[in-house]
């Protein structure tokens, strides 16, 4: 599993990047698995789905340093949290990529790989206040920072296009909001590019 990206972003926040090149036998040994795992792993049918989860797993306890069993449960919203340990995290992957976040505070990301499809499901995230509108990279960063927004907030019934707005791109970083009836947050998504793909990432 070669490194990508691996830094400190401050004392207590890692972010790591990794190419998935290993089999699923690799993870298996190195895994030890709750019930809770157990279950999610055999759901999953399609083996790529599979290394991907497995990756993500094996990273996340590399990561967070701990020999003991880690024991991840999911909250009302679906997001993962650690049971045993006080570790925040954030899982992303896309084809062979896997990223995770760990930190002591609350952490979002997210990778998407930069490809054409996604001007054709824009009108499903884009707005008009989003600084971009046709620009496949810019389209493509938005995607991805309204996915890293979406976990970060961690709140039900949300909508990518009617709740989040990504109004200005600088160097390395993206001005968003998060809105509804009940909040509003004005967050900074910190973002890079390595070879066709894109990763957002709040801390």
Not at 46 to 71: D, F
Not at 128 to 134: A, I, L, R, T
Not at 148 to 160: E, F, G, R, T, W
Request: with cysteine; hydrophobic share 40%.
């Amino acid at each position: 599993m070669p490194l990508i990206s691996n830094f400190s972003l401050d004392e207590h926040t890692k972010l790591c990047v990794w190419k998935i090149e290993e089999d699923i036998d690799f993870f298996l040994q190195d895994l030890d698995f709750t019930s809770f795992d157990n279950n999610e792993f055999h759901i999953i049918k399609n083996e790529k789905k599979r290394l991907q989860w497995l990756a993500s797993r094996y990273l996340l306890k590399k990561m967070s340093a701990q020999k003991s069993q880690l024991i991840l449960k999911k909250n009302a919203n679906g997001k993962p949290y650690l049971d045993n340990f006080p570790l925040n995290f954030s899982i992303s992957h896309s084809f062979e990529y896997v990223a995770v976040i760990v930190s002591d505070k609350n952490v979002a990301l997210d990778i998407e790989k930069v490809n054409e499809k996604v001007l054709r499901v824009k009108e499903k995230f884009i707005n008009e206040e989003d600084f971009s509108k046709n620009d496949l990279f810019d389209v493509s960063l938005i995607w991805s920072a309204k996915e890293s927004i979406y976990k970060y907030v961690d709140q039900p019934n949300l909508s990518l296009k009617q709740n989040f707005k990504v109004y200005q791109k600088e160097a390395k970083l993206l001005k968003a909001t998060a809105v509804n009836n009940d909040f509003r947050l004005w967050i900074n998504v910190r973002w890079l590019q390595f070879e066709d793909f894109v990763l957002t990432y709040i801390w």
